[in-house]
């Protein structure tokens, strides 16, 4: 038990339109004769540039999850993608840039909540709203914790691994600073981070073992407001 729990912690503190070519050495640059992209054209083409990457991204972590992040290649991505591996070296260099960019994008999730707490009053409902948002989070990264969960050897072998755990401290000490006082006592502050921790805990141990996961995640928001003294708001998170 003790061991599943610090693999959760560990694995917390460590997606679609079809992909691209390979692009060629001019790409960004206007064509002989033509003029330069308009905005439009731009907005297009980082879109689609986006979704290339997620769908890279979803696709990695389904094959890390079913055969190992060790036993998966990018040549067997890109085969599943149906794209050439000069079409995804575009997006990711190797397994590695895949895996970064994964624990990068959930810290800049985190980052953005934390941004927007500052700008609002701390008030029970504004501690309510926040853990709404972080249920949010977390559920939409759920597949991404259990494939690091059950690649941890891999994945702490990796560069940058020793840091991830120091960085993510730095995130949840933003969040329990968002949804305590400024003077909170020890007690306030430990209350803080158990319901922060409670959910992704909650969601590490039981989302694959229920058939609604908007069940759970009401249930995990319920429990977390409860230890954050935290207000019900309007809205609810909805992890679909």
Same mark, same amino acid.
């Given at each position: 038990?003790?061991?599943?729990?610090?693999? !959760?912690?560990?694995?917390?503190?460590?997606?679609?339109?079809?992909?691209? !070519?390979?692009?060629?050495?001019?790409?960004?640059?206007?064509?002989?004769?033509?003029?330069?992209?308009?905005?439009?054209?731009? =907005?297009?083409? *980082?879109?689609? #540039?986006?979704?290339?990457?997620?769908?890279?991204?979803? /696709?990695? /972590? *389904?094959?890390?999850?079913?055969?190992?992040?060790?036993?998966?290649?990018?040549? @067997?991505?890109?085969?599943?993608?149906?794209?050439?591996?000069?079409?995804?070296?575009?997006?990711?260099?190797?397994?590695?840039?895949? /895996?970064?960019?994964?624990?990068?994008?959930?810290?800049?999730? /985190?980052?953005?909540?934390?941004?927007?707490?500052?700008?609002?009053?701390?008030?029970?409902?504004?501690?309510? @709203?926040?853990?709404?948002?972080?249920?949010?989070?977390?559920?939409?990264?759920?597949?991404? &914790? #259990?494939?690091?969960?059950?690649?941890?050897?891999? =994945?702490?072998?990796?560069?940058?691994?020793? *840091?991830? !755990?120091?960085?993510?401290?730095?995130?949840?000490?933003?969040?329990?600073?968002?949804?305590?006082?400024?003077?909170?006592?020890?007690? *306030?502050?430990?209350?803080?981070?158990?319901?922060?921790?409670?959910?992704?805990?909650?969601?590490?141990? &039981?989302?694959?073992? =229920?058939?609604?996961?908007?069940?759970?995640?009401?249930?995990?928001?319920?429990?977390?407001?409860?230890?954050?003294?935290?207000?019900?708001?309007?809205?609810?998170?909805?992890?679909?």
């Amino acid at each position: 038990m003790n061991e599943q729990l610090r693999g !959760g912690t560990a694995a917390v503190a460590e997606m679609a339109a079809p992909a691209d !070519g390979a692009p060629s050495a001019g790409r960004g640059a206007p064509s002989s004769g033509q003029g330069a992209p308009s905005a439009g054209h731009d =907005v297009h083409h *980082e879109a689609r #540039r986006h979704d290339t990457r997620a769908r890279i991204q979803r /696709v990695a /972590v *389904e094959l890390f999850a079913e055969q190992g992040y060790d036993k998966t290649s990018l040549r @067997e991505i890109a085969e599943r993608l149906d794209v050439t591996k000069a079409a995804l070296y575009y997006h990711f260099k190797s397994k590695e840039d895949i /895996v970064r960019s994964l624990v990068e994008d959930y810290m800049g999730q /985190v980052d953005a909540l934390i941004a927007w707490a500052k700008t609002l009053p701390r008030t029970p409902e504004t501690r309510g @709203e926040i853990l709404s948002r972080y249920v949010q989070i977390v559920a939409d990264g759920s597949d991404v &914790f #259990r494939m690091l969960h059950h690649n941890q050897a891999a =994945v702490n072998s990796l560069a940058g691994a020793k *840091e991830r !755990g120091s960085v993510f401290r730095e995130r949840m000490t933003g969040l329990v600073e968002a949804i305590t006082e400024p003077e909170a006592d020890l007690q *306030e502050r430990l209350r803080a981070t158990m319901a922060l921790g409670s959910v992704s805990i909650g969601w590490m141990f &039981f989302s694959d073992q =229920v058939k609604d996961r908007g069940e759970l995640c009401a249930a995990v928001l319920d429990i977390a407001r409860d230890l954050a003294k935290a207000a019900p708001d309007s809205t609810s998170a909805d992890p679909s």
